[in-house]
């Protein structure tokens, strides 16, 4: 983390220096002194931070370089504050930067200088004392802790082949890989968080006796993050050849891979490489492995899916979920050495108290068999169960296997880059599901994003937030139809994990009730979960607020956080935002979502450096003109809860606009004045009396190639109710990135398929009042994945779906529509996962209906018929064994 803290403020002085050149001529030249020993620094952070688990000295050396990177983190940001109140106008300047306050400024600054050089001097003197004079331990310190914990990994007791609880479908269906696959030598690949029981399912196959006949020999290696190939190739010569000490001795990496590979030559062989990390390890061992075409396989245990895919192209890997409340209590059971038949036999109050002690647990095996063990030693006390139910975390890092440290190596593994990333994730509440869009432009806004090219730093944040999820430390919670991540949530331990490293390395503090923020020292980023804070002090260190949970809040007086670059409160009850949030000029993004505010101050119109301003969900009214002043605008948000009729003054526009939601276009004039020059949005989102400035929506939504999701409304006398005509829009041939099209309103004529995006994946209709059946056109769009037809969006009677058509849908639903037969020809739809039919009583369909669809894998009904549901009731209903081969419902 120090490695980031470093760069981060290395850049931020880089900028200073640029854009204030001259205005500080003494300052520059001692900022410039800082700069130059920060980097001479930041040569040695990467070793030392490695090191500094194993060595307290190290660690506090890393500590005091870190102090002094937010220390002058402050000065630079302190420095352009001063500058920017000089520059807002004159009679400003008289009042806050008399000659008198100058000199008092640079008088304060030159003090904050020469404590931060003494300290600089201070840890420079000081690396030879620390052993930091030659670092090169890297791979000694990785190794060592490697070892260590390869050792729990080998005794933990969930490798125990009778622990085994909840894996009984992955078996059977990896089994069948192992022996029916095809003959070519196939490499399967089990993938997961730590902790899930990857070696665990690996083991009981290979001790599997079925397994065992089906391969000449059999051969497992622990690979692990201390991996040496020589070391590796030796373990599978003694297992597989017998090689001895003494006949290897002279024998170099190339010799090793040559005998494996031409002993292995004419056998059908299983190999398992448990726990890969690299790449690199795969490209090193693959060579011993020869394809022969006779059967044999590879199992891989990974965190990392890019490593899995990188291993297989060809085949997905196989991916290991939690355990449910009912496989998690039976685990715990198993080692409680009680017979899962027999739980009768304990007291009548360590079912409710247990199972509320695994729910902890989060369905992650590791923790559950830990605490299991715990409790077994501990004996059938209530009231020893009780302090473990309420210190669950806690304990789970006293026990000797040590189940953090487990954890704590894919921490470890993080490139520098990705560390703040991660840790940023416990700001928020536990079991949270977070936004992903608005966890990556809390990222972007908070620096923690590197620039990369000519790319979006939007984009590059996204990259950042798949990679944590292909390294199995952030869960997908929902799915956008392009196969990005829409939300995502957070293990609790791993969670916990960034809450200790995040005060550790002093990047944020979290309070909940009754907490006081003048109690907590040195915080940068806070986040308040519960109850109403009460800021006792000035809080002039804090870059970013955040507040979770929260019904309401004391008025926040912003002059005590000068600094902020985040201010997020959303769902925060407040009456009023101070005027005062003008002058927080360093700040980035502005949350105000669910918060009701009914006025938004003129001010906002100084924050030059604002990248996101979030209005939705609440009754602003009117607008302040001041917001297209905003020229770092990128993602605007506004509310549909008022009609934010909101034109821009004229020509004055937001270059660097990315985002545009909820914007009313009910007055002529609005596109002609200056939002027809914003053409470089992703995303919009019209609504209003679209009808009134046809041309120039149509016009103005065609120039914006970039576009990927649009959606319009378009609605009379500003009602919810799209009963208006929707524009007619231009061919979208050109826009190649657009995947989201939702369209509200009267559609007089569907689009040809040649004027629809080429690579459109998700379509919502909703009040289109089409007469015609619209799928023999929509059944021609090539990656449409998912499809919503909603309230009124087709009036006919019969919807056919024809051979061959929707070849890539997955998701289709029909709500509240009076279409009464629905034709599914042999062929159609070939990739339909789920199926959502919502109020439309009319609709006969019928189960044998239904049988074309093979793929079908979930079948919603609501508010449809009772005789309907009833028939095809799973299991019971008279038309089940219809469609019992087909999805389960």
């Not at 449910?324 to 080692?335: I, Q």
């Not at 928020?428 to 908070?446: H, K, N, Q, Y």
Request: glycine share 6%; with cysteine; net charge neutral.
């Amino acid at each position: 983390m120090a490695e980031y803290i470093v760069a981060f403020v290395l850049d931020k002085i880089a900028g200073f220096l640029i854009e204030e050149a001259g205005s500080f001529a003494r300052i520059d030249v001692q900022v410039e002194w800082i700069q130059a020993e920060l980097r001479r620094m930041q040569c040695f952070l990467r070793d030392a931070e490695l090191k500094q688990d194993g060595d307290e000295r190290v660690k506090n050396w890393v500590s005091d370089i870190r102090d002094i990177a937010y220390d002058t983190d402050d000065l630079v940001d302190f420095c352009i504050l001063k500058l920017s109140h000089q520059r807002s106008g004159f009679l400003y300047f008289l009042k806050k930067f008399t000659f008198y306050n100058e000199v008092l400024f640079r008088r304060k600054v030159n003090k904050h200088i020469d404590k931060i050089k003494k300290r600089i001097i201070y840890v420079k003197d000081s690396r030879s004392t620390y052993g930091i004079e030659n670092l090169k331990i890297g791979n000694e310190m990785i190794s060592f802790c490697g070892n260590r914990l390869n050792e729990k990994r080998r005794s933990f007791p969930y490798n125990n082949e009778d622990d085994v609880v909840g894996l009984e479908e992955d078996i059977e269906a990896l089994m069948s890989r192992l022996i029916h696959g095809d003959c070519r030598r196939s490499v399967i690949s089990i993938i997961g968080m730590a902790g899930l029981g990857k070696t665990t399912l690996a083991k009981k196959l290979y001790l599997n006796c079925d397994i065992n006949k089906h391969f000449d020999c059999c051969a497992w290696v622990y690979v692990s993050q201390d991996y040496r190939a020589r070391d590796i190739l030796l373990e599978l010569g003694k297992k597989v050849m017998g090689f001895t000490k003494e006949s290897v001795e002279k024998m170099n990496g190339e010799d090793l891979l040559d005998s494996l590979c031409v002993f292995l030559s004419d056998k059908r062989y299983l190999i398992v490489l448990d726990d890969i990390w690299k790449h690199e390890h795969w490209d090193d061992l693959r060579p011993a492995f020869p394809e022969m075409s006779n059967g044999s396989r590879i199992i891989l245990t990974t965190r990392f899916k890019d490593v899995a895919l990188y291993a297989n192209v060809r085949d997905p890997p196989h991916e290991l979920c939690f355990l449910n409340n009912d496989r998690s209590w039976e685990l715990f059971l198993r080692k409680l050495c009680v017979e899962w038949d027999s739980s009768s036999r304990l007291p009548p109050w360590s079912e409710d108290l247990g199972k509320q002690i695994v729910k902890r647990c989060g369905g992650l095996p590791l923790a559950i068999v830990v605490l299991a063990g715990l409790l077994s030693r501990k004996g059938l006390v209530f009231s020893e169960w009780q302090k473990v139910l309420q210190s669950v975390h806690w304990q789970l890092k006293q026990e000797p296997t040590q189940c953090e440290e487990i954890l704590a190596l894919s921490y470890s593994d993080l490139p520098y880059y990705l560390k703040p990333c991660f840790l940023y994730l416990g700001l928020f509440p536990e079991d949270f599901e977070i936004s992903a869009r608005r966890l990556t432009l809390l990222w972007v806004a908070e620096g923690l994003v590197q620039p990369r090219g000519e790319e979006h730093l939007e984009d590059v944040a996204e990259d950042y937030l798949e990679e944590l999820i292909g390294r199995s430390m952030v869960q997908v919670a929902k799915r956008k139809s392009s196969g990005r991540t829409k939300a995502c949530r957070v293990h609790d331990l791993l969670r916990d994990l960034c809450l200790a490293r995040g005060q550790e390395e002093a990047l944020f503090n979290v309070i909940c009730a009754g907490d006081r923020v003048g109690s907590i020292s040195g915080a940068r980023r806070l986040a308040i979960h519960s109850g109403v804070p009460i800021f006792t002090r000035n809080s002039q260190k804090i870059r970013s607020l955040l507040c979770f949970d929260l019904i309401e809040c004391v008025p926040l007086n912003l002059t005590k956080f000068k600094l902020l670059r985040v201010l997020d409160l959303e769902g925060v009850q407040i009456a009023q935002l101070d005027s005062a949030v003008g002058d927080l000029i360093h700040l980035r993004y502005l949350g105000l979502q669910e918060t009701w505010l009914k006025n938004l101050p003129s001010s906002v119109g100084r924050l030059s450096n604002l990248q996101t301003l979030d209005l939705r969900s609440t009754l602003i009214e009117p607008i302040p003109l001041a917001i297209w002043k905003l020229q770092q605008l990128r993602h605007l948000y506004f509310s549909k809860f008022k009609a934010m009729v909101v034109c821009p003054p004229y020509r004055l526009t937001l270059p660097n606009l990315h985002t545009l939601k909820g914007i009313c276009l009910s007055e002529s004039g609005c596109i002609q004045n200056g939002l027809d020059n914003i053409v470089n949005l992703r995303e919009l989102g019209l609504y209003g009396d679209l009808h009134l400035q046809e041309e120039e929506v149509s016009r103005w939504i065609h120039i914006n190639k970039n576009l990927e999701e649009l959606k319009i409304q378009s609605s009379n006398n500003l009602s919810y109710i799209s009963n208006a005509a929707i524009p007619k829009l231009m061919s979208f041939s050109s826009h190649v990135r657009l995947y989201k099209l939702h369209l509200e309103g009267i559609i007089s004529k569907m689009l040809d398929i040649k004027d629809f995006p080429p690579n459109l994946t998700e379509l919502s209709l909703k009040d289109s009042f089409l007469a015609e059946d619209p799928m023999p056109i929509l059944e021609k769009l090539q990656s449409l994945r998912v499809l919503k037809m909603k309230q009124t969006s087709f009036l006919g009677k019969e919807l056919v779906c024809s051979s061959g058509g929707f070849p890539q849908l997955q998701y289709l639903k029909f709500g509240f529509l009076t279409f009464t037969t629905w034709t599914i020809e042999e062929g159609a739809l070939s990739n339909l996962r789920q199926l959502e039919i919502v109020e439309c009583k009319r609709l006969k369909i019928s189960p044998k209906g239904l049988r074309p669809v093979t793929t079908l894998r979930e079948l919603k009904l609501g508010f449809m018929p009772v005789d309907m549901k009833s028939k095809v009731q799973d299991r019971q209903g008279e038309n089940w064994y219809k469609i019992q081969q087909v999805l389960p419902i």
